[in-house]
């Protein structure tokens, strides 16, 4: 009898064990379920401004905090030129001027992206058209959200804007990048 007693309360304490460890593996379960990471993409064709031939596309994906941005386009004169985010998605007007001013939520100057001495957060820099009029950029940052709540970080709703010409990174409010090649407004 006393054979069998140990013999019950071995069996027992096993079970008991086996479900604590069901429990510790739900729980694993639970903690790599509730990590799962989250991608956001959002896709922009540009559309041709100012009686130009520029056109392209434009994405931007975030993932873990950072947006990445990858823009193609065609149709330009070769050489450099500026890409900037704008304050508006409305690419209405055959110049490009409805999406209104480079994007600033913070009343940076304007400046290189990184700058120390300051820059807009719609800042993008400049990239090179080859002799067949095509060009590409791409950039990675935690300044930017897709549809977050943070109205500094947030690009919905703003524009894209390729310009004729390049960003000289000192001249006020806008680079003197010239007239705006090409538009597409960021929406969801």
Known sequence: MKKLSILLFTFSLSIISCKNVKKDVETVEETITK??????????ELSPKSDSNASGTVVFTEENGTVSLVANLTGLEPGE??????????????????AGGHWNPTSQPHGKWGAETGFHKGDIGNFVADENGNGSISMSTDEWCIDCDDDTKNIVGKGIIVHAGFDD???????DAGGRVSCGGIIE
Do not use: L, R
């Not at 990590?35 to 922009?44: A, D, F, P, Y």
């Open 35 to 44: 990590e799962v990471i989250e991608t956001k993409k959002v896709s922009i």
């Open 81 to 98: 030129h500026a890409i900037h985010i704008h304050e508006s998605s409305d690419c209405s007007s055959p110049d490009g001027k409805s």
């Open 169 to 175: 990174f000192t001249t006020q409010p806008t680079g």
